[in-house]
């Protein structure tokens, strides 16, 4: 098994541009994944594979990966942006999924 | 549209078997393509896989939680299931069922469509 280290809580101000990091050494064999999670309600995928998003995620949202850190970056980021963040893939092994401790985002 | 909505008990006891079922609509379970998983969350906690599972049979467990799971699939009614043993408190939770969907070398995988999440409490 192995793990995928997120930072709790992030902020960023109405429109700029803010990066959410997920460390782990799965990373360096699988893409990571990205869920956006609004309180109350279930996770929402918002970033896949190399850099891609799923139809009717904003184009602000984009994805890379570099070594063992894959990120989130969301470019002129929103009020409705506030929110936690997941990141999610398969461990090392290849035969389990593991999530991030997720990421808390702050518009300011 | 993909649809997947939870249902079970909303309230287990303690040493009881948790079992919850995976009602997808809208689309097929018995396809090669996709896995199909149970999530679950507690409260004000972050996300936790449990397994998932392929119509075909073949299952994958989270290793702290593999010797009290069990999670199985009926294609005839389009379901999949869970069932977790020995509860504790601890396993109170809102539990998820989501489709898993990869490439064919598995280094992209992702949960694309989610249920909307079911809350169980673990009380006597």
């Known amino acids: 098994s192995s793990e995928l280290t997120q930072d709790p809580a992030v902020s960023v101000a109405l429109g700029q541009t803010v990066r959410i990091t997920c460390q782990g050494d799965?990373?360096?064999?699988?893409?990571a994944s990205w869920y956006q999670q609004k309180s109350g309600q279930a996770p929402v995928l918002v970033i896949y594979?190399?850099?891609d998003r799923p139809s009717g995620i904003p184009d602000r949202f984009s994805g890379s990966s570099s070594g063992n850190t894959a990120s989130l970056t969301i470019t002129g980021a929103q009020a409705e942006d506030e929110a936690d963040y997941y990141c999610?893939?398969?461990?090392?092994?290849?035969?389990?999924?593991?999530f991030g401790g997720g990421t808390k985002l702050t518009v300011l | 549209q993909l649809q997947l909505q939870e249902s079970g008990p909303g309230l287990v006891k303690p040493s009881e078997t948790l079992s919850l079922t995976c009602t997808v609509s809208?689309?097929?379970?018995?396809?090669?393509?996709?896995?199909w998983g149970w999530i679950r969350q507690p409260p004000g906690k972050g996300l936790e896989w449990i397994g998932s599972?392929?119509?075909?049979?073949?299952?994958y467990f989270n290793p702290s939680l593999k010797s009290r799971v069990t999670i199985s699939v009926d294609t005839s009614k389009n379901q999949f299931s869970l069932k977790l043993s020995s509860v504790t408190t601890a396993d109170t939770a809102i539990y998820y069922c989501?489709?898993?969907?990869?490439?064919?070398?598995?280094?992209?995988?992702?949960?694309?469509?989610w249920g909307q999440g079911t809350l169980v409490t673990v009380s006597s």
């Open positions: 989501a489709r898993t969907r990869e490439n064919m070398v598995a280094t992209i995988t992702y949960f694309d469509y």
């Open positions: 999610n893939s398969r461990d090392n092994s290849g035969n389990h999924w593991v």
């Open positions: 809208g689309g097929s379970i018995s396809s090669s393509s996709y896995y």
């Open positions: 599972i392929h119509y075909s049979g073949s299952t």
């Open positions: 799965s990373v360096r064999s699988y893409y």
């Open positions: 594979g190399k850099n």
